[in-house]
């Protein structure tokens, strides 16, 4: 084994795929969003999964995202990229990450299909097994594991971390009670901070940050003053950022991706609105919405500002 079997920890970091207006990738507002991440201090990118509309991409997209966020990422901090979809597909990402120099991925539902436990357990040891590359598996969608599914899976070396984003505390805390420190657990909810609470009292120490990408020091606030019992701060950002964005991003499908380029085009980030179908913009009015929040959120929870000497 090459890599060192650990996931990353704390914050994680999602970028987008940005759009130029006419609808092609824009590489340039790629490198920003990364540069953005890094700045702000985010432990780990992951480049071309959800956020990043893995599901829009090709492969020669896909080839140019992975390439520029290794260059960008390399010796600071680890890169994680996007596999899934049909199983062909998966694999043909997880070679390109490993000959790009990616420390591992993260494994995205397989199409379509709604699999037996079998057939999910072939589906993905089989991409975990395909490389020396880390690996993390996502519950979520028709991703759904048992125990069994799980425990079998952690019988690889590669994996070396669980993503849920279905949100049934029962299972999470009986896989945390069973396989306990042998995988990291990351909260991989839409809008992750709403339910972090709950899954930090289950040993989630880690989740992916969609706001992140336009005020990342809020969510570094918020997760601080959970591990640390500030109730007062806790409150106050819930009711004031999380909880006002989060009813926002209920109104229509897609907005877990979309609302994340919105808010990047609002602070200033050269990242258009523009998404693939079947994903849908986000509505104006919406937009208006989330523009008040951020302002006000802003104001009342700046972000320091270093001096370089």
């Not at 260059?71 to 997880?94: C, D, F, H, R, S």
């Not at 979520?140 to 849920?164: S, W, Y």
Request: glycine letters at 8%.
């Amino acid at each position: 084994m090459t890599n060192k079997r650990q996931s990353p920890t704390g914050i994680l970091g999602f970028p987008v795929a940005p759009l130029t207006d006419k609808g092609k990738l824009d590489l340039n507002g790629l490198e920003a969003n990364i540069d953005f991440l890094l700045d702000q201090g985010l432990t780990s990118i992951f480049v071309a999964c959800g956020a990043g509309e893995l599901h829009a991409i090709n492969t020669a997209e896909y080839h140019a995202m992975v390439e520029l966020a290794v260059e960008k990422t390399k010796g600071k901090v680890p890169l994680y990229t996007g596999v899934g979809g049909n199983i062909t597909a998966a694999l043909e990402q997880a070679k390109i990450s490993e000959e790009l120099g990616a420390d591992g991925y993260l494994i995205l539902p397989p199409y379509l299909i709604d699999p037996s436990q079998e057939g999910l357990y072939n589906y993905l040891s089989e991409i975990i097994s395909s490389t020396d590359l880390n690996a993390i598996v996502y519950n979520r969608d028709n991703c759904i594991m048992t125990a069994d599914t799980l425990g079998r899976l952690c019988e690889l070396p590669q994996l070396v971390g669980f993503k849920d984003g279905v949100g049934n505390m029962e299972t999470v805390a009986e896989f945390t009670h069973l396989f306990g420190d042998r995988l990291e657990w990351i909260n991989g909810m839409p809008l992750a901070e709403v339910t972090m609470g709950a899954y930090l009292n289950l040993g989630f120490n880690t989740y992916s940050s969609a706001i992140s990408n336009y005020i990342p020091h809020i969510s570094k606030q918020y997760f601080e003053a959970l591990k640390n019992g500030d109730k007062k701060v806790e409150k106050e950002i819930y009711g004031d950022v999380i909880l006002p964005i989060h009813s926002i991003r209920k109104q229509k499908k897609g907005y877990a991706v979309s609302l994340i380029k919105a808010g990047m085009n609002i602070i200033g980030l050269p990242v258009t609105t523009n998404v693939r179908a079947p994903i849908a913009p986000v509505e104006e009015a919406h937009y208006a919405q989330l523009k008040v929040i951020i302002e006000k959120a802003l104001e009342k929870y700046p972000a320091k500002v270093t001096t370089k000497n």
